[in-house]
T-cell receptor, first 110, second 111 residues
Framework: QKEVEQNSGPLSVPEGAIASLNCTYS??????FFWYRQYSGKSPELIMF????GDKEDGRFTAQLNKASQYVSLLIRDSQPSDSATYLC??????????FGGGTRLMVKP | SQTIHQWPATLVQPVGSPLSLECTVE??????LYWYRQAAGRGLQLLFY??????ISSEVPQNLSASRPQDRQFILSSKKLLLSDSGFYLC??????????FGDGTRLSIL
């Protein structure tokens, strides 16, 4: 059974702060890791993906991957109220299948 | 560019009625196609995926079925809906190992 664990939150941060979203996974065969953002009532949209250990930065977003620890995280710098959403972690295992975590709800307060 | 369409956006159905949700992808050929369900406040559960016409793999046994009659068309069906079938149904596509991209979803309520 492949498992992806995320703290459901809500994670509340003030505007301008760094939001740190964490995810652990059980499938050691996972090679690619995706972060999706889902606004309430909407479908998920891809915001970041990472394949290699270390950090990957894209604008205000940084994805961090540690395969030895089976841990992936997403940092959002200078958080804005528009970042308030649920963030889904999704490792990709064999056969292009994604396993989604339950998501972390982020609330950015003005 | 590629686009994915799902319809209807919302649907209210009585228990025991049939279901047909449709998803089409434009601007690409031979995509992988996926159906997910998301219960309220929960994560995404993969229901079916397809790597080609007529090729359907089921991840979760249930009263739902899927078909892929054309390369870029994916249909989710049921002969008799249950209360537990309520949820947000999402279709997604990708090519090879690329990220999956989602349609706008169908919110299904069973009465």
């Amino acid at each position: 059974q492949k498992e992806v664990e995320q703290n459901s939150g809500p994670l509340s941060v003030p505007e301008g702060a760094i939001a740190s979203l964490n995810c652990t996974y059980s499938d050691r065969g996972s090679q690619s890791f995706f972060w999706y953002r889902q606004y309430s009532g909407k479908s998920p949209e891809l915001i970041m993906f990472i394949y290699s250990n270390g950090d990957k930065e894209d604008g205000r977003f940084t994805a961090q991957l540690n395969k030895a620890s089976q841990y992936v995280s997403l940092l959002i710098r200078d958080s804005q109220p528009s970042d308030s959403a649920t963030y889904l972690c999704a490792p990709k295992g064999a056969g292009n299948m994604l396993t989604f975590g339950g998501g972390t709800r982020l609330m950015v307060k003005p | 560019s590629q686009t994915i369409h799902q319809w209807p956006a919302t649907l209210v159905q009585p228990v025991g009625s049939p279901l047909s949700l449709e998803c089409t992808v434009e601007g690409t050929s031979n995509p992988n196609l996926y159906w997910y369900r998301q219960a309220a406040g929960r994560g995404l559960q993969l229901l079916f995926y397809s790597v080609g016409i007529g090729q359907i793999s089921s991840e979760v046994p249930q009263n739902l079925s899927a078909s892929r009659p054309q390369d870029r068309q994916f249909i989710l069906s049921s002969k008799k809906l249950l209360l537990s079938d309520s949820g947000f149904y999402l279709c997604a596509w990708n090519l090879g190992g690329e990220p999956q991209h989602f349609g706008d979803g169908t919110r299904l309520s069973i009465l």
